[in-house]
């Protein structure tokens, strides 16, 4: 009981949280202070300091609940500014706390429907069938019978985000004050983001609203279903919803039991994903197996839209500009999309970041894709959150949110069907969302713009030559030939090199079964490819080793 009441106290929740954090960061000093070398007896030590922490972190969040679960969720996602380590641990901080007694759920329903429960209700559980850090949920029955679910904003739950919010703010002073991050990333910003994505989940109405968009979008997807609303009886502080009889996706006893075929639903799962995470518009940014419900007769049900991010369409031009940078090998073009997308901090180094970028493709474009599995989809995902938190990148909180769903929603469809391979169900998705909207041959039509520029810019110097040569002194005339030559040979060193990286690019695409070529074409285009360009690079050679020479000799 005194916990109870110690936790609705301001200067005991600040000082609770402000205290841990200054304690994790005279850890950390002490730590690097005493370890000036690194080595595997070092990195062990240091991995389980993460871990204590992150252990420590994680009891706290649980005994006071409130801002620290939230935001132990919000660092989950941010591989950019956490150890792996101690996210791992997050990653176990479930949002479910104690219920609060039911009279305190009651006195803010009636206050919120100015009435009392049986005006509204025939009856209502007071045991609550879920409870977490924002609200708690009750089954419940109108009065015609039909079964509701009732969600409850916690007792006093705005007064302790209140309070929290002043203690992140002195945590956040604190980390920009004492610790690299202040350099490294933007935590004003950061900060903003927490306080809108949290103060979002606190506005029963904004889930309303996220709720009717989500069951509008999705109301022809097959074997999907999203609960129905009651407008009328949903505020700020309360959110009455159809209520669904089912159970967790995981549940594979439940799915054995009722003859559901799991592939079919791991499908089902996939494609759902894939249409919110490829397309413009909104995606669930907390798509954990409490909010994947299953239907005896296997019909997917999703739950729960306090939280989602935004894809906007922007930025799924971005995303595509940024893959065929890749592709093309123009990693210009990659940070281009990065600064587009808020990826970059200002005082990164572009430079050293397309060298880093350019050696990441490398070593994924060596290894075999064809093996590609979820497994290797996480590991992906863990090296490319270890590559973004060295880097002057801060991934904007939409961004985050959607590599977090991402990764959640690859567990859960390894869980409920192990079988998945996630390229063949991919492959003709991403063929797909490459060509765009608008042409189903945009992507290719972009490659061949980019490798064809070369042949659109003609030497001038052959049309100077032609115009001006009977015009001119001998002198000229000589200078002139010399740089037409140059210009021949230059021109045609590039052309075959397009046409030697082209045939790689086209040799790739075809092991990969992007395109339906066979292989050896895109092999003999690169071999033409490159002897054509050592030939015209050699022949250059010579030819500007002979005009030096000549130019000596007038002298």
Known sequence: MGNRRMKYISIYRITVIVWMAAKFLLQIFWFQTRHRMWDQETKRAWKELLEKQAREYREKAILLGGLLIKFGQFLSSRGDLLPQSFIEELEGLVDRVEPTPFRYSRRIIEKEWKAPLDHFLSHIDEQAVASASIGEVYKAFLKDGTPVAVKVQRYRVNDIFKMDFKALRIVFWMLSRFTRYGKKADLKALYREVVL??????????????????????????SLYIPDYYEDLSTNRVLVMEWIEGTKITDLSFIHNHGINREQLAKTLFDLGIDQFLYAGMFHADPHAGNLMLKSDGTLVLIDFGMVGEVRNED???????????????????????????????????????????????????GNFDKLD?????????????????????????????????????????????????????????????????????????????????????????????????????????????????????????????????????????????????????EAAAGVGAAGWLFFMISHFRLLKKYHQNRRNER
């Open 197 to 222: 994505v949290i103060s979002n989940e606190l506005d029963f109405t904004m889930e309303l609203k996220n709720g009717l968009h989500f069951k509008s979008r999705f109301q022809d997807f097959p």
């Open 316 to 366: 799924v031009h971005s995303l595509r500009k940024m893959i065929q940078g890749f592709i093309l090998d123009d990693y210009d073009k990659v940070i281009e999309a990065l600064r587009e997308m808020e990826f970059l901090l200002e005082h990164a180094d572009t430079e050293h970041m397309k060298k880093l970028l350019k050696q990441t493709t490398t070593m994924y474009l060596e």
């Open 374 to 522: 979820a497994h290797m989809m996480n590991d992906i995902l863990n090296e490319m959150q270890e590559f973004v938190k060295e880097q002057p990148i801060q991934l904007p909180a939409d961004y985050a949110f959607l590599g977090r769903a991402t990764s959640i929603i690859i567990g859960v469809l390894t869980t409920i069907y192990p079988k998945v391979d996630l390229i063949q169900w991919g492959r003709p998705v991403m063929k797909e969302w490459m060509a765009g909207e608008d042409s189903a041959y945009a992507l290719y039509k972009n490659i061949a713009k980019e490798t064809a520029r070369p042949l659109l810019s003609l030497p001038r110097a052959l049309v100077n030559y032609l115009e001006d040569g009977d015009k001119q002194r001998k002198a000229e005339q000589v200078r002139q030939s010399h740089q037409l030559y140059h210009q021949f040979y230059l021109f045609y060193s590039l052309l075959f090199f397009v046409i030697f990286a082209a045939g790689g690019v086209l040799t790739g695409l075809s092991v990969m079964e992007v395109v339906f070529f066979p292989v050896w074409i895109g």
